[in-house]
Each structure stands twice: as structure tokens, then as C-alpha cells.
């Protein structure tokens, strides 16, 4: 009775101060958590995931084509999924929880990028060649062979616009000020109201475009087959300089980074200009054609070589800080993230390599051979070959913390907490074993959920409550565990508002530590 007696003067304790923080915050806080805790977790775990990622939207992450994202990147080349189409891939971009991809077979296709699964697809009249489409405001902005350019809903994929150009589109489309810029096979480029499709300016080259555009300081940045590098002005379309490489621009897009304009050109070099006026700083010589468009990262340049290997150079000098050969062509663009840089080359035997930023060795690789450009989100990377691959590293669930009564008496009905967190941020299920084996699995749940669950037990004796829980992609958790003794003398519980205030400790349990229940 004396132990009762203590017990019940510590709870109400707890309960007058519990009174007037409701009074001082506003009535019901405390209830509503208990009540329902994991709607308040599943809230929270959506905005801080949609406010925190790097998306890859357009083609080379960003206007400038850097190339380069602050998101974490795979170290082990695990598959979460495949996406398989009828031909070979493009480079994908990825926005708001979808990769948008388009393929040979002349189809573009949006994908959970969790999942893998199909939202939808838009086919055009012709194959979408190595390019990205570019994700802004709600739309997709993407080319193809059949000539036209055309704008897409980005949530349903049904058209809202088309233009038709008259020639081959196997340039990736840049959006800036409500303008969209790629270049043509026609020999021109072109600037076209996002709006409606309508054409504002175009400008013409000696030669096919296939390059895609980087933009900055008002300025549009584009090679042609033609071996010139050429400046435009974003509003009007007039030339503000050219530079003139050694030989033909095929698929080498710009990259700016400080003023400095990366490219490359067949006559194997890679080239840096001033941005401003031009004038070549630097250049450096590889053994093969360059149609590998340069990241910038780190202070550095990197990019691949027909002559097999992946070249890291120091942005401001020239110089070579490390050089990989992957073994064949190399035409795929680098991608670059978590200071690992991303990488593939074609042909038979050929793989997508991860090498290590600042040393150039070796992390992983994996059997794909492709030309198209790898883009990194949340801790993915996405990659184009037959099938639309995500790569991306995977630990299990942490064994679930459980709460709640650990003495009791039979037939009476206890409430426990389950706090479940995966150090992936992937959703879970959880199964319970109360005292005769595991149960169904339950949920999903967000990580970081607190999931309540009621249990009466039927007969005297000590009790182990085992908890487990397992991530989207299969992957469980150790068992969590918490011993539960039955009975124990009646006692004060049983009053209905104490019962509250102990579920309370239960839920905090820094309380029962501070009050030494």
C-alpha cells in the first residue's frame, strides 16, 4: 500500500504539471500525440524529405552543367530496381519523387523513383536519342527524332504543346526566364516561349547541333558540329563571340564553373574559355575523341575519352590530377556526388564505374554498356542502358525500442509504443510477438513513426514482447525486446486518470527516469 500510495503522489504530481503546460500551450497536445503519434511522425518525415533533396531535373543537373550534385551516392553497386523498355535508354532526369526518361523506342516515361513502377508514358513519332528532357514548373520539355519539341504535364504526361521544327531534336532542352534553348539538326538554335511553344528567336551554326546549352549571366552557351563554340544572348539570340576548337563539337556540351567554360571536340582535346570574351585559357590533349561532356566539381574537370579513359584536371591550371581507363570508348558524361564520380563506357565488356573524386580509384562497377549520362537524387543513382537502373545503398531497420508496463496483472489491457527507425529514411512494417510467435506484418510506416499497440494477457508468468521490423526492400531488423511480468498486485492504475498519466511515462520514459518510478 506504501508503494501505491508513492506512486499515485508522484502521478499526480506529473498531473498538475502536465495541467498547467496544457494551459500555458494549448489544450490536447499531449492527448493528440498519444493518440495517434505516427500521423504527426508521417507528416513531419514527408515535408523535411521534400524540402532537403537535390533533384537532378534537366540534363547534367543544372543549367550550368555542372554535372554535380550535394546528394549522397551509392558506395556498393546495389539494384533496387529495373525498368525495362523496348530499346535502349536516354539519360534520365529526376524531380520530385520521378525519374522522367526517354528511350529508342520513342516513348517518355515517368517512374516512381522508389519503386520503379510506371506512372506513365507519351510516345512521339520517333526515337529519343542519348538527351534528357528538363522538368520546370509542372512540365516536361523533351525532344525527339520526329522533329518536334514538345511540352508535357509533368504529374499526367498529357501533351500541352507541340512545335515542329523541321529536323532532327538531339539536343537536350535548357529553360530559363520562361524560355526553353537546344539546338537542331538543322543547323540552328533555337529559343521558344515555354508558355506556348512559340518561337521567339532561332540562330544559325555551319552545322548540325546536338550539343545541349548551358546558360549563364543572361548568356546561352552552345558547340556545333561546325568545331565552334558559340555565346548568345538569351534575348535576342545574337552572337556574342565564337571560339573556334581544332576540329567538329559533337555531343561535348558546355560546362561553366567560375567564369570558365569546359568543353570538348573530336581533335581529342579538352578546352577551357573565358567565359566573358572567349579566349582560351588552357587546353589538354587525350589519345581519343571527346563526345563526353564535362562535371565540374571539387575545384576539378572531369570527363571521359574515346581513348578508354575518365580524366580528372585541375579547373583552374589544366593539369592532370588522376586518369582511369575503363577499358572502352567512353561517350556517357560523368556524374558526380558525394565525392564519387560516376562514369560508363560502350561496347562489349564495357561497365559503369564509381571511382573515388579525389583519387580517381576504383570503388565499384557493374556489366552495363551505355552512352547515356547517369543522374544522382537522395542517395540514388540513375542509369540508362536496355533497362532504367537504380543503384543505392541499403542498411536494414534498427530494432525497434519498445515502451510500456513491464508488470501487470492478467486480463487487463496494456498499451505499448513501438519506435521504429531505418537509417535509410525507408518506410516499415512491423510484426509483434506477443507470446506465441510472430504476427502478420503491419504498416507501412514512416521511419521515425511511434506505432501504438493494445495487449491483455491471459495467464500469470514472465513475458518477453519481441518486436521486428522490415524496409520496403525486404531487409529486416534485429528483434527488439522487452520483458513483461504477470501478475502483479492490484494497484492504483486502475483509476482512470492515473492509468492516463502512466501511459504518459510509458511514452516518455525520461520521466520514469527522473521520478524514479
Given at each position: 500500500m506504501i508503494k501505491n500510495y508513492v506512486l499515485l503522489k508522484k502521478m499526480l504530481v506529473i498531473g498538475i504539471i502536465l495541467f498547467f503546460l496544457g494551459s500555458s500551450?494549448?489544450?490536447?497536445?499531449?492527448?493528440?500525440?498519444?493518440?495517434n503519434p505516427q500521423d504527426f511522425n508521417s507528416l513531419e518525415n514527408k515535408v523535411s524529405s521534400s524540402?532537403?533533396?537535390?533533384?537532378?531535373?534537366?540534363?547534367?543537373?543544372?543549367?550550368?552543367?555542372?554535372?554535380?550534385?550535394?546528394?549522397?551516392?551509392?558506395?556498393?553497386?546495389?539494384?533496387?530496381?529495373?525498368?525495362?523498355?523496348?530499346?535502349?535508354?536516354?539519360?534520365?532526369?529526376?524531380?520530385?519523387?520521378k525519374v522522367y526518361v526517354g528511350s529508342y523506342d520513342g516513348i517518355v516515361y515517368c517512374v516512381d523513383m522508389y519503386t520503379g513502377e510506371q506512372i506513365w508514358n507519351f510516345t512521339t513519332g520517333d526515337e529519343i536519342n542519348t538527351f534528357s528532357p528538363a522538368v520546370v514548373d509542372g512540365r516536361v520539355y523533351i525532344g525527339s527524332w520526329d522533329e518536334y519539341m514538345y511540352c508535357l504535364d509533368a504529374e499526367t504526361g498529357d501533351k500541352i504543346w507541340s512545335h515542329y521544327i523541321g529536323d532532327l531534336i538531339e539536343s537536350s532542352p535548357a529553360v530559363y526566364n520562361e524560355r526553353i534553348y537546344f539546338g537542331s539538326y538543322d543547323r540552328k538554335v533555337y529559343c521558344l516561349e515555354a508558355e506556348t511553344g512559340d518561337k521567339i528567336w532561332d540562330f544559325a551554326t555551319d552545322y548540325w547541333v546536338f550539343t545541349?546549352?548551358?546558360i549563364y549571366n543572361d548568356r546561352v552557351y552552345i558547340g556545333s558540329f561546325d568545331g565552334n563554340l558559340y555565346c548568345l544572348d538569351t534575348i535576342t539570340g545574337d552572337k556574342i563571340w565564337d571560339f573556334p576548337a581544332d576540329d567538329r563539337i559533337q555531343?561535348?556540351?558546355?560546362?561553366?564553373?567560375?567564369?570558365k567554360v569546359y568543353f570538348g571536340a573530336?581533335?581529342?582535346?579538352?578546352?577551357?574559355?573565358?567565359?566573358?570574351?572567349g579566349v582560351?585559357?588552357?587546353?589538354?590533349?587525350?589519345?581519343?575523341?571527346?563526345?563526353?561532356?564535362?562535371a565540374f566539381a571539387y575545384?576539378?574537370?572531369?570527363?571521359?575519352?574515346e581513348d578508354t579513359y575518365a580524366y580528372c584536371l585541375d579547373g583552374e591550371t589544366g593539369d592532370e590530377i588522376w586518369s582511369y581507363s575503363l577499358g572502352n570508348q567512353i561517350h556517357a558524361s560523368p556524374s558526380v556526388a558525394d565525392g564519387k564520380v560516376y562514369i560508363a563506357s560502350m561496347w562489349s565488356g564495357a561497365t559503369i564505374c564509381c571511382l573515388n573524386a579525389h583519387t580517381g580509384n576504383e570503388r565499384w562497377t557493374y556489366p552495363i554498356a551505355s552512352w547515356a549520362s547517369p543522374a544522382i537524387a537522395d542517395g540514388r543513382l540513375f542509369f540508362g542502358c536496355f533497362n532504367l537502373y537504380c543503384f543505392r545503398d541499403s542498411d536494414p531497420p534498427d530494432a525497434p525500442i519498445i515502451t510500456g508496463p513491464t508488470q501487470g496483472t492478467v486480463g487487463a489491457e496494456y498499451e505499448y509504443y513501438f519506435t521504429i527507425t531505418d537509417p535509410d529514411d525507408d518506410d516499415m512494417y512491423i510484426r509483434i510477438d506477443w507470446e506465441i510467435g510472430p504476427g502478420k506484418w503491419d504498416g507501412p510506416f514512416p521511419s521515425g513513426s511511434v506505432v501504438r499497440y493494445n495487449y491483455t494477457w491471459k495467464n500469470k508468468g514472465t513475458y518477453k514482447i519481441r518486436a521486428q521490423t522490415q524496409d520496403i526492400y525486404g531487409l529486416n531488423s534485429d528483434w527488439g525486446e522487452l520483458e513483461v511480468t504477470i501478475p502483479r498486485v492490484r494497484h492504483v492504475q486502475n483509476f482512470p486518470f492515473v492509468r492516463f498519466l502512466e501511459r504518459l511515462i510509458n511514452y516518455y520514459p525520461i520521466l520514469r527516469n527522473l521520478l524514479r518510478i
Open positions: 500551450f494549448g489544450s490536447g497536445i499531449g492527448v493528440n500525440l498519444l493518440e524540402s532537403k533533396t537535390d533533384w537532378w531535373p534537366m540534363y547534367n543537373h543544372d543549367l550550368l552543367n555542372s554535372g554535380n550534385s550535394t546528394s549522397r551516392a551509392p558506395d556498393t553497386p546495389n539494384i533496387l530496381w529495373t525498368f525495362e523498355t523496348h530499346d535502349q535508354m536516354a539519360s534520365p532526369v529526376v524531380y520530385d519523387g545541349s546549352p548551358a555531343t561535348s556540351s558546355p560546362c561553366i564553373a567560375y567564369g573530336d581533335c581529342g582535346k579538352l578546352y577551357c574559355v573565358d567565359a566573358e570574351t582560351k585559357i588552357w587546353d589538354f590533349t587525350t589519345g581519343g575523341r571527346i563526345h563526353s561532356s564535362p575545384g576539378n574537370v572531369y570527363f571521359g575519352s
